[in-house]
């Protein structure tokens, strides 16, 4: 009997235990239910917020891009050239070479959406010249001006308009050196290189004459562009062909008679000359005219890709000509123009070459000379 109550007290004790157990397994079942749904809770709620973040973010960015790319539409939108005008101050605009500088402006301003003007007397007459600037700067009230530089005396008027914030950029004179002082407010200049084609200048004609005879040296006036040309071609045929005579340069003008006439003189004084160099854009049809009337064949190199000096070369009266950049020079200045009033920079100095241009390489020239006609026509230049 004993042994049977202990029997069922043993009984009922595994039973507690294993009631026990199970309940505490049951508890811990649902306490990670509990965790579980939790942690799975934070994480979608976590991920959720990363996703929102990313989202704004990515939003905030294409805002931001849209809002750049509005205001640079906006911006260039805002410029029209014809609401800026820009012009070109020159003298003697009825010289064919003249013409080529003008054209060169002329056209790519136009190319670039402007309206340019021309304030430039038929006259080589430099108190014409500005009176026609002044006048013509106020009343079209210019914001951009490409100033030929005659000589110095066009300095006072580069300072008066870049001292009312008007750029102000030339074309033809490299302003180096001392000569930055004297332009005081110029930006930019355009030129090619007066005493590197001075120096091939005198190279090629030293060779063709055999180092040997007379040689002349001409200029239209004496201005920094071709004192700097002349001066080069006599220290380089100076110090390579030293059984030469260089006489020393003459001033030819600007009426093609008159130079002529003095181009013939120089010939009859020296029985001997065998080569005439000019600096100017006339100078061939100077040397060819001389050459014609005292019958003697020289060498005769001369400046710019004219049409009548093209002919000349063709025809073998001239033998080569200073191919200087001037179509190219101007309107690499309207460009100037045009990238400072947008707001840009621009380089001081930019140069060009120019290179010598014999009978068999005058193609290429006539091409250039039929498109400066045809711009001159558009314009109504005469």
């Not at 060169?104 to 304030?119: C, M, S, T, W």
């Not at 090629?204 to 001409?218: F, L, N, R, S």
């Not at 006489?247 to 003095?262: C, M, N, S, V």
């Not at 009859?268 to 006339?282: C, E, F, K, L, M």
């Given at each position: 009997?004993?042994?049977?109550?202990?029997?069922?007290?043993?009984?009922?004790?595994?039973?507690?235990?294993?009631?026990?157990?199970?309940?505490?397994?049951?508890?811990?079942?649902?306490?990670?239910?509990?965790?579980?749904?939790?942690?799975?809770?934070?994480?979608?709620?976590?991920?959720?917020?990363?996703?929102?973040?990313?989202?704004e973010?990515?939003?905030?960015?294409?805002?931001?891009?849209?809002?750049?790319?509005?205001?640079?539409?906006?911006?260039?939108?805002?410029?029209?050239?014809?609401?800026?005008?820009?012009?070109?101050?020159?003298?003697?605009?009825?010289?064919?070479?003249?013409?080529?500088?003008?054209?060169?402006?002329?056209?790519?301003?136009?190319e670039?959406?402007?309206?340019?003007?021309?304030?430039?007397?038929?006259?080589?007459?430099?108190?014409?010249?500005?009176?026609?600037?002044?006048?013509?700067?106020?009343?079209?009230?210019?914001?951009?001006?490409?100033?030929?530089?005659?000589?110095?005396?066009?300095a006072?008027?580069?300072?008066?308009?870049?001292?009312?914030?008007?750029?102000?950029?030339?074309?033809?004179?490299?302003?180096v050196?001392?000569m930055?002082?004297?332009y005081?407010?110029?930006?930019?200049?355009?030129?090619?290189?007066?005493?590197?084609?001075?120096?091939?200048?005198?190279?090629?004609?030293?060779?063709?004459?055999?180092?040997?005879?007379?040689?002349?040296?001409?200029?239209?006036?004496?201005?920094?562009?071709?004192?700097?040309?002349?001066?080069?071609?006599?220290?380089?045929?100076?110090?390579?062909?030293?059984?030469?005579?260089?006489?020393?340069?003459?001033?030819?003008?600007?009426?093609?008679?008159?130079?002529?006439?003095?181009?013939?003189?120089?010939?009859?004084?020296?029985?001997?000359?065998?080569?005439?160099?000019?600096?100017?854009?006339?100078?061939?049809?100077?040397?060819?005219?001389?050459?014609?009337?005292?019958?003697?064949?020289?060498?005769?190199?001369?400046?710019?890709?004219?049409?009548?000096?093209?002919?000349?070369?063709?025809?073998?009266?001239?033998?080569?000509?200073?191919?200087?950049?001037?179509?190219?020079?101007?309107?690499?200045?309207?460009?100037?123009?045009?990238?400072?009033?947008?707001?840009?920079?621009?380089?001081?100095?930019?140069?060009?070459?120019?290179?010598?241009?014999h009978?068999?390489?005058?193609?290429?020239?006539?091409?250039?000379?039929?498109?400066?006609?045809?711009?001159?026509?558009?314009?109504?230049?005469?």
């Amino acid at each position: 009997m004993l042994n049977f109550i202990k029997l069922i007290k043993s009984l009922k004790e595994d039973s507690m235990k294993k009631i026990l157990v199970i309940s505490m397994v049951i508890l811990f079942a649902i306490s990670m239910v509990f965790i579980g749904s939790s942690c799975k809770t934070t994480t979608s709620t976590t991920a959720a917020a990363e996703t929102t973040a990313a989202a704004e973010t990515t939003a905030a960015a294409e805002t931001t891009a849209a809002a750049e790319t509005t205001a640079a539409a906006e911006t260039t939108a805002a410029y029209n050239p014809k609401d800026h005008p820009i012009a070109m101050g020159m003298f003697l605009k009825v010289h064919p070479v003249v013409r080529i500088m003008i054209a060169g402006f002329l056209v790519r301003a136009k190319e670039l959406g402007y309206e340019p003007l021309l304030f430039a007397p038929d006259e080589a007459d430099a108190s014409k010249a500005y009176t026609l600037l002044e006048a013509g700067m106020a009343q079209h009230k210019v914001q951009g001006l490409c100033q030929y530089i005659f000589d110095e005396s066009v300095a006072q008027y580069i300072k008066k308009y870049a001292d009312q914030g008007i750029p102000v950029v030339t074309g033809h004179t490299a302003v180096v050196g001392d000569m930055v002082k004297t332009y005081p407010g110029l930006k930019a200049w355009v030129a090619c290189s007066a005493v590197e084609y001075g120096k091939e200048a005198a190279m090629d004609i030293g060779q063709k004459v055999g180092g040997k005879g007379t040689v002349a040296v001409t200029e239209g006036s004496f201005n920094p562009t071709e004192n700097a040309c002349a001066n080069s071609f006599i220290k380089t045929m100076k110090e390579n062909f030293p059984n030469i005579k260089v006489l020393d340069p003459q001033e030819e003008g600007f009426d093609t008679p008159t130079a002529i006439q003095k181009a013939t003189a120089i010939m009859q004084a020296n029985p001997d000359i065998v080569a005439g160099y000019s600096t100017t854009g006339a100078g061939p049809s100077t040397w060819a005219g001389a050459q014609k009337n005292t019958g003697k064949k020289i060498i005769i190199i001369g400046n710019d890709y004219s049409r009548v000096n093209l002919d000349l070369v063709k025809s073998g009266e001239v033998y080569a000509i200073v191919a200087q950049p001037l179509y190219q020079e101007f309107a690499k200045d309207a460009e100037l123009l045009d990238t400072i009033l947008r707001g840009g920079t621009v380089p001081f100095d930019n140069l060009m070459p120019a290179p010598l241009v014999h009978k068999d390489e005058v193609g290429p020239y006539y091409e250039l000379v039929d498109k400066i006609d045809e711009a001159m026509k558009t314009f109504g230049i005469k």
